[in-house]
């Protein structure tokens, strides 16, 4: 399965790539929503992991401009939320289902990813 | 002295929950990596006792990933506690280029998310005033956040504060093409309470395109012995 990873921390995203590689998915990163949808015109993806707020164009607002590419294209929301207020909003917006907190576990998030992918 | 009632406000309250909200979504960011970055260590363990190899400078450089952010926790740590104990006194001598270089620290993540970058000055020659600091960062909190939302995504905002002889002066400058007056107006009816308690006058320069704070001889301010 190929997921596309976008977070504007750098670091997070290339090392949560790697390890998502060695446990067997085709794993790759964008740093901005801008690089992101450009990845998306390049190639297709299963699945893509957002954190909600990037500079100019946030999580949400990218998922929509994907799902415009690939309608069929499956979404996790990670969150580096400050408040439980922040948390409950954001859950909201996306489904709680699809929304995990970070430090992110990653048996949590593959296991969000099969399920998400299995729906 | 006794802490005036306008400078915590629920303005003040208000701005105190954004820098706390932003501090900890940075630091959750730095977990986030820190995290990923233990992790993968895990998995290389793992992996090397299946008899995979560790690749020596692999080790290395996840060492220094971690300790990059260590020191990126300790700079947003540092600005934190600065930014606490700026309530400390309602009455400090108080560097106002420390202070803007505070400001845009704190600003930061929350500029980032508006595609706007903050230019503060590197730390030269003091220009000291005795305020409220923490009043006079929620002041100037509040004219950079209309300053960023008047110039939108991809501007840069450039803070600089000088010496004047009334005593002295911020300015938020590359505003250009913006309606600078418009923004003046908005942050006085914003801050009108807090800028009389600080005793700072707001004022557009049309004429640079910038944004003034003027924080003036007397009062509560005295600029730096020549």
New interface residues.
């Given amino acids: 399965m190929k997921v596309l990873l976008v977070d504007?921390?750098k670091?997070?995203v290339t090392?949560?790539a790697?390890?998502l590689s060695?446990r067997g998915w085709e794993a790759q990163w964008a740093t901005s929503a801008e690089e992101a949808l450009d990845r998306l015109h390049a190639e297709s993806f299963d699945i893509a992991v957002l954190d909600v707020?990037?500079?100019?164009v946030?999580g949400l607002l990218l998922k929509k401009k994907m799902q415009a590419i690939c309608p069929a294209m499956k979404f996790i929301f990670v969150t580096?939320?400050?408040?439980s207020q922040?948390f409950q909003t954001g859950a909201s917006e996306v489904g709680a289902d699809y929304y995990l907190v970070?430090?992110?576990n990653?048996e949590k998030l593959i296991a969000k990813m099969n399920e998400a992918l299995q729906r | 002295m006794a802490l005036d009632a306008r400078l915590i406000s629920p303005a003040g309250l208000e701005f105190f929950g954004k820098v706390c909200a932003a501090i900890s979504h940075d630091i959750k960011n730095v977990l986030a990596v820190i995290n990923e970055n233990g992790g993968l260590l895990e998995d290389l363990c793992h992996m090397a006792e299946k008899g995979r190899p560790i690749d020596p400078s692999r080790l290395k450089r996840l060492a220094g990933d971690v300790r990059q952010q260590v020191r990126r926790a300790d700079g947003i740590i540092s600005a934190m506690n600065r930014f606490a104990h700026s309530a400390d006194e309602p009455s400090a001598e108080s560097d106002l280029v420390e202070l803007i270089g505070l400001l845009g620290l704190l600003a930061k993540r929350l500029a980032a998310l508006r595609g706007v970058v903050i230019q503060t000055p590197v730390p030269s020659v003091p220009v000291l005033v005795t305020t409220f600091p923490f009043g006079l960062l929620n002041l100037l909190w509040i004219c950079l956040d209309c300053t960023m939302t008047a110039s939108g995504s991809g501007r840069t905002v450039e803070l600089i504060a000088e010496k004047t002889p009334d005593g002295a002066v911020i300015r938020f400058r590359r505003l250009d093409q913006i309606d600078v007056a418009l923004i003046a107006a908005i942050v006085l009816d914003r801050t009108s309470a807090m800028s009389q308690a600080l005793n700072a006058a707001i004022s557009a320069d049309e004429r640079s395109s910038e944004l003034v704070v003027r924080l003036p001889k007397g009062g509560s301010v005295q600029p730096t012995p020549a």
């Avoid at chain 1, 707020?53 to 100019?56: D, V, Y």
């Avoid at chain 1, 580096?80 to 408040?83: A, E, I």
Wanted: aromatic share 0%; proline share 9%; hydrophobic share 25%.
């Fill in positions: 504007d921390e670091e997070l090392t949560l790697e390890r060695i707020k990037m500079p100019r946030d580096g939320h400050g408040s922040d970070k430090p992110l990653i």
